[in-house]
């Protein structure tokens, strides 16, 4: 995208990733939005900041990407009293983001979808958290809140209710199904039942500090985001991080991939009444995080990324096991891909369940995993590898089916593309420290982070403050652009295979509810 | 009414009852082992069941008479019906009030009433299992009956006891005509009894539920009942399937009681080896979507045909 030829004039923002930023008034903001889109680009992300007291009003953030890199747009409102350009027009999962942006800020976008995202009556509804004159420490009785689902109207259609609490140990959410007899015809799904205040929490902590919260935004994705927050962190505060911290990241963001695609597989088994399935796939994760207990000391890699590097070693007798362990989940996990390929009743659950065809796909955002099983050929560490990614050449894994079965067999291909990269990590991993010293961050300084998890691009934007402390931290997981998938994966497909299409995307309810 | 036919009767009920519950932890022992997982404990059903015996029951406020009286009217449905199912001996006082039609409305009237407790709270997922479980009834039944019409061909009567007393006199061979029946019973058996591929027992997902679905609102003692009842039917289309397909060991009218004694254990071998089957069964095969349901069922009724013909046609 030029942004000169839309009178925007860029400058380099810092980041491990290619990226810039510019100042957009809200023309100039719609109108790159508008062109991004027609040029393939996605958004990546939106938010607010409260920056009255740098007596700049408030300031909308939107980050979007193409195949150059990451564009910034910054869109100060002086103003308190004003209104946005709605984007959900152009990207339809900026929606979602407008609604949660004015729930922890308070500044609406000209959208029509006004209703409440992330706020549920646990703070007045005249105060925004993410102010900064907000209390943190007060304490509200919860209140009450309706929430206004769509109904369909007709002859035979009905509603069904599903959670927050639901009958298995899973996070919550909540999902109105308007059917008729077994075929949906419309989700909704109602998010936020998990809302933490993380992006508060932050603001009280320390650049070195917030790494740790970072890795508990979405526990499955721990890694992915202590790199992604390491990355903005190092990039706003110039650290040269030793290259074989860099190349053991690597390694980490693998095995972190490799575990929840194991724990994924045996799941979709599992819902499709293949319990089985479960308990081999089961029983191959547990073997992993145990390797990883054993290398790393946390079974699911928490805190072993700090900025400056990782915290933790690689020993020789370690790297390995794990080596070993690589050819193990590679034999078993080839037999277990035939078990699933040829068993019929699997596969017949599998085929043609929750379809997303490649242009609703484009049309709606599709990212991350569930977005390259329906077309949408992206990977970070293919489109702008950083080292030693850039070394490694990594392969891509894509289906154009869109269903069920794509999701699986992209899972399947990644989990062996992992291993392979795993071993090849192994053979390359270089000498050396493996922590730099992070320096001092002057204030106000902006950095990205952006990182392949699991389940697609996952996003830290820092900001700093004075006396090295955090003044803004936006994460971003990629669930948001892909719940609003699920709900249209699901029409005309029939109630009981809702589960089983949920579990195929897996998306993080802690990491979008935040 | 004889004393050994008394002795009998009350044997069959009291070993139905007691049993039932160690047949489900049996087949869920047996899953476990083909998962390559540590099995549960055989005894964890009885557990349950003491469980939840123990604790107060809650009531939702706007339930009906209907929704007390289920768990009672399909208790007593399921004893009744191992009253009249030959599992040990034919020489059963009860079984001359009720015939294999019979035992087939028993069955229903379970299912009626828990249907209509399903739907009695008005949550969704009630609705949603009872529509769901009336919906495999409907396809399953006529099934049963081809099966159960197919043996009183054979015997000339519809009476349980006269049906395995026939069968169990036959020359050791392979009558294609049973065979037949025998794979529509068992693809039956899965289905009414809420096992993979039909329905899944062992699910949380609300939404995939079917028998699952329909006691959700219950606790307690009410819940108990309720389990016990889903154990005893399994139980009682066991024997059913054993008594038709292989009477072999069943005390026929007329010999003593002491036979009885040998009947049991021949009984709990036989109950072992199905119940591995049944988890065989279910380990191999996933869930399949509800719509194909009416495949399999129709399948079985098919079968079910086939085996009448075959006897009619070949009178083997």
């Known amino acids: 995208m030029i942004l000169s030829a839309l009178g925007l004039t860029a400058a380099t923002l810092a980041s491990a990733v290619p990226a810039r930023r510019a100042s957009a008034s809200s023309g100039q903001l719609l109108a790159a939005c508008r062109v991004a889109w027609e040029q393939g680009g996605q958004l990546?992300?939106?938010?607010?900041?409260?920056e009255r007291d740098r007596d700049r009003g408030y300031c909308l953030r939107v980050l979007l990407r193409d195949g150059e890199g990451l564009t910034l747009l910054e869109h100060t409102m002086p103003d308190g009293d004003v209104q946005y350009p709605d984007l959900a027009a152009i990207f339809p999962a900026a929606g979602r983001?407008?609604?949660?942006?004015?729930?922890?800020?308070?500044i609406p976008s000209e959208g029509d979808d006004q209703r409440p995202w992330l706020w549920m009556a646990s703070w007045p509804i005249d105060q925004f958290p993410l102010r900064r004159d907000f209390e943190a420490q007060a304490k509200w009785q919860p209140g009450e809140e309706t929430y206004a689902f769509v109904k369909v109207e007709g002859e035979g259609v009905h509603e069904i209710p599903v959670g927050p609490v639901h009958a298995g140990t899973i996070e919550p959410g909540q999902f109105r199904f308007q059917v008729v007899g077994e075929k949906v015809l419309r989700?909704?799904?109602?998010?936020g039942w998990s809302h933490k205040g993380i992006e508060k929490r932050f603001e009280s902590m320390t650049i070195a500090e917030g790494g740790r919260l970072a890795g508990r935004v979405s526990g499955d994705s721990t890694v992915a985001y202590a790199c992604a927050y390491a990355q903005a962190a190092e990039a706003i505060a110039g650290t040269t991080v030793p290259s074989r911290a860099l190349w053991l990241r690597a390694l980490l963001l693998e095995r972190e991939r490799i575990a929840n695609h194991l724990g994924d597989l045996g799941a979709l088994g599992n819902d499709a009444g293949f319990a089985f399935g479960l308990a081999q796939f089961s029983r191959l994760r547990e073997d992993t995080l145990?390797?990883?207990?054993?290398?790393?000391?946390?079974?699911?890699?928490?805190d072993v990324v700090v900025p400056g590097g990782v915290r933790h070693d690689l020993a020789d007798e370690d790297a390995e096991r794990i080596g070993i362990e690589c050819a193990t989940l590679e034999r078993e996990m080839r037999i277990l891909r035939d078990i699933y390929d040829d068993h019929d009743g699997m596969q017949d659950r599998f085929r043609n369940c929750g379809r997303v065809p490649p242009d609703i796909a484009v049309k709606l955002g599709l990212t991350g995993l569930a977005g390259r099983a329906s077309g949408q050929a992206r990977d970070l560490r293919c489109d702008f590898p950083v080292t030693p990614y850039d070394t490694l050449g990594v392969r891509l894994a894509t289906s154009t089916a869109g269903d069920v079965a794509a999701r699986v067999a992209v899972r399947f291909d990644e989990a062996a593309e992992s291993l392979r990269l795993v071993r090849a990590i192994l053979d390359a991993l270089p000498d050396g420290d493996v922590h730099a010293p992070v320096a001092q961050v002057p204030e106000f300084r902006q950095g990205l982070g952006y990182v392949e998890g699991w389940r697609g691009p996952v996003l830290v934007a820092l900001t700093s403050g004075p006396d090295n402390s955090i003044r803004r931290c936006h994460p971003h997981d990629p669930s948001w652009q892909n719940w609003p998938v699920v709900e249209h994966a699901i029409i005309d497909n029939i109630v009981p295979d809702f589960p089983l299409i949920n579990k195929s995307f897996n998306l993080s309810y802690s990491g979008h509810d935040l | 009414m004889t004393i050994t036919g008394f002795l009998s009767q009350l044997l069959q009920v009291a070993i139905a009852l007691a049993?039932?519950?160690?047949?489900?932890?049996?087949v869920n022992c047996c899953r476990a082992w083909l998962a390559n997982k540590r099995a549960p404990s055989l005894l964890l059903p009885y557990r349950m069941i003491r469980k939840l015996f123990a604790k107060d029951a809650v009531v939702a406020q706007n339930a009906s008479p209907i929704f007390r009286l289920t768990p009672y009217v399909v208790f007593g449905a399921m004893t009744c019906a191992a009253a009249i199912v030959p599992s040990l001996a034919t020489d059963l006082p009860f079984a001359r009030a009720a015939d294999a039609i019979a035992l087939v409305g028993m069955f229903a009237l379970a299912r009626v009433?828990?249907?209509?407790?399903?739907?009695?709270?008005?949550?969704?997922?009630?609705?949603?299992?009872?529509?769901?479980?009336?919906?495999?009834?409907?396809?399953?039944?006529?099934?049963?009956?081809m099966v159960l019409f197919t043996a009183s061909l054979l015997s000339g009567s519809t009476s349980l006891p006269q049906i395995v007393d026939t069968l169990a006199h036959r020359e050791i061979g392979i009558y294609p005509s049973l065979a037949f029946a025998g794979v529509a019973f068992t693809m039956v058996s899965l289905a009414e009894n809420a096992r993979i591929p039909v329905d899944n027992p062992a699910?949380?997902?609300?939404?995939t539920m079917i028998h699952e679905a329909m006691i959700l609102e219950y606790s307690a003692r009410h819940l108990a009942l309720l389990e016990?009842?889903?154990?005893?039917?399994?139980?009682?289309?066991?024997?059913?399937?054993?008594?038709?397909?292989?009477?072999?060991?069943?005390v026929v009218s007329g010999t003593g009681w002491q036979l009885l004694l040998s009947a049991a254990p021949l009984l709990i071998v036989k109950l072992a080896i199905g119940g591995a089957a049944l988890a065989l069964i279910e380990t191999l095969s996933a869930k399949m979507r509800i719509f194909r349901a009416p495949e399999f069922l129709g399948t079985a009724f098919m079968l079910a045909v086939l085996a009448m013909l075959v006897n009619l046609l070949l009178g083997a």
């Open chain 2, 19 to 26: 049993l039932a519950p160690l047949l489900v932890g049996w």
């Open chain 1, 97 to 106: 983001m407008q609604r949660a942006a004015f729930d922890l800020v308070g």
């Open chain 2, 113 to 145: 009433f828990m249907a209509l407790a399903a739907m009695d709270i008005g949550t969704a997922f009630g609705s949603l299992g009872a529509r769901r479980d009336m919906f495999i009834g409907f396809l399953a039944e006529p099934a049963l009956l």
């Open chain 1, 187 to 191: 989700l909704e799904v109602r998010l």
């Open chain 1, 44 to 50: 990546v992300a939106l938010w607010l900041s409260d």
């Open chain 2, 203 to 207: 699910t949380h997902l609300e939404l």
């Open chain 2, 228 to 250: 016990w009842a889903a154990a005893l039917k399994l139980f009682n289309y066991s024997c059913i399937g054993l008594a038709l397909f292989v009477p072999f060991g069943i």
């Open chain 1, 290 to 302: 145990r390797t990883n207990l054993a290398a790393f000391g946390h079974r699911l890699l928490m």
